[in-house]
């Protein structure tokens, strides 16, 4: 079983940074891609950015290309997301999550965390 905790999350001001932390653990071996989802207040949880631990590579959603970074720590067995130049917009709870799979994307995921609140004022 894999278990996944993300940590990070806060209250910033738009245009300011944030860093966004999930450390999976347990059965680590099935955690193989990782990714990043949020879910605003009154909206479904959309895609955000994934990595593929081992043979690298990365996804992002549209809205966040060239502002937010994912990149891994394998000896922590940990996914980061830098966020820059954050927007209110972007206010909303931001979910890691863990797949088998070798391939990106936006399904498949079988593992969630709990969620970490980001919220951005303007």
């Known amino acids: 079983q894999v278990q996944l905790v993300e940590s990070g999350g806060g209250l910033m001001q738009a245009g300011e940074s944030l860093r966004l932390s999930c450390a999976a653990s347990g059965r680590t071996g099935n955690v193989v891609t990782m990714g990043w989802f949020r879910q605003a207040p009154g909206k479904e949880r959309e895609f955000v950015a994934d990595t593929n631990r081992f043979i690298g590579g990365t996804n992002y959603a549209d809205s966040v290309k060239g502002r937010f970074t994912i990149f891994v720590d394998n000896t922590k067995n940990t996914v980061y997301l830098q966020m820059n130049s954050l927007k209110p917009e972007e206010t909303a709870v931001y979910y890691c999550?863990?797949?088998?799979?070798?391939?990106?994307?936006?399904?498949?995921?079988?593992?969630w965390g709990r969620g970490t609140q980001v919220t951005v004022s303007s």
């Open positions: 999550a863990s797949k088998k799979a070798y391939a990106l994307g936006t399904t498949g995921y079988e593992v």
